[in-house]
């Protein structure tokens, strides 16, 4: 199981989310993407169904960056973190289809359960396809 975490530079939740990685990365094996462009080649060579993926839309840049790679995060399990609740961003986040969307102004605490709850749910697959 990997988990894979993009978190563009600059951004002040950026901070938060790395805590994040540190505690999920005791239960499965991470990577962090900084870029949009490392973010692409990861989605098209590097993940697969045993990957998760975590995305954070820092700002409505970002955010629009990971609309236009859509095709790319097609059937994979990921989650959302947008940078804010305006009708027009929580809109285009769920056009991406993730299986969670929260807010970078939300209790990312949450984000930590959903994560390892996924981690959880594949490990529990694994086990009963063996």
């Known amino acids: 199981?990997?988990?894979?975490?993009?978190?563009?530079?600059g951004n002040p939740v950026s901070e938060i989310i790395r805590g994040m990685?540190?505690?999920?990365?005791?239960k499965a094996e991470t990577t962090i993407v900084l870029s949009i462009k490392d973010l692409s080649h990861m989605l098209c060579w590097s993940a697969d169904k045993h990957?998760?993926?975590?995305?954070?839309?820092?700002?409505?840049?970002?955010?629009q960056n990971l609309v236009a790679i859509r095709h790319l995060l097609s059937g994979k399990?990921?989650?959302?973190?947008l940078p804010d609740r305006r009708?027009?961003?929580?809109?285009?986040?769920?056009s991406l289809g993730p299986r969670f969307l929260t807010y970078a102004d939300?209790?990312?605490a949450e984000v930590?359960?959903?994560?390892?709850?996924?981690?959880e749910n594949y490990n529990s697959k694994k086990?009963?396809?063996e």
Do not use: C, Q, R, W
Request: net charge negative; glycine share 6%; no cysteine.
């Open 1 to 9: 199981m990997n988990v894979l975490f993009y978190i563009p530079e």
């Open 21 to 26: 990685v540190e505690i999920i990365s005791l």
């Open 51 to 63: 990957t998760i993926i975590a995305l954070l839309a820092g700002s409505k840049e970002d955010l």
């Open 77 to 81: 399990s990921f989650i959302l973190i």
């Open 87 to 94: 009708e027009g961003t929580t809109a285009m986040g769920h």
């Open 106 to 108: 939300s209790n990312l």
């Open 112 to 119: 930590v359960a959903v994560l390892e709850k996924m981690i």
């Open 127 to 129: 086990v009963m396809e």
